[in-house]
Nanobody, 126 residues
Framework: QVQLVESGGGLVQAGGSLRLSCAAS????????MGWFRQAPGMEREFVAA????????YYAESSKGRFTISRDNAKNTLYLEMTRLKPEDTAIYYC???????????????????WGQGTAVTVSS
């Protein structure tokens, strides 16, 4: 089992940047595929980005491509999401999640992820 704690959220103006972090503890971090999801008020939780166990494979939602970068540091047990050119529609609670499935593939379905953090709030003002 792994415990996840997000940080780095906040209030930023449109066009600005934020870097989210997700600190993991418990079972070996490198044994999990990791993902970022977000949930806006009144909306379902949606996929943002995912990264394979080694970090060699990444995948992004269309809304994230070209603006967000997912990365991980297995030595530090930490997942990151670098967000640039933020838009008001990026406003949401951002969650990191861990998928224990074997292999290097990444998955976008929310149900593939067994472990979740509590989330960090991102607000983008126009």
């Amino acid at each position: 089992q792994v415990q996840l704690v997000e940080s780095g959220g906040g209030l930023v103006q449109a066009g600005g940047s934020l870097r989210l972090s997700c600190a993991a503890s418990g079972r070996t971090f490198s044994s999990y595929t990791m993902g970022w999801f977000r949930q806006a008020p009144g909306m379902e939780r949606e996929f943002v980005a995912a990264i394979s166990k080694s970090g060699g494979t990444t995948y992004y939602a269309e809304s994230s491509k070209g603006r967000f970068t997912i990365s991980r540091d297995n030595a530090k047990n930490t997942l990151y999401l670098e967000m640039t050119r933020l838009k008001p529609e990026d406003t949401a609670i951002y969650y990191c999640a861990a998928d224990p499935t074997r292999g290097e593939s990444v998955r976008v379905r929310r149900t593939a992820y067994d472990y979740w953090g509590q989330g960090t709030a991102v607000t983008v003002s126009s």
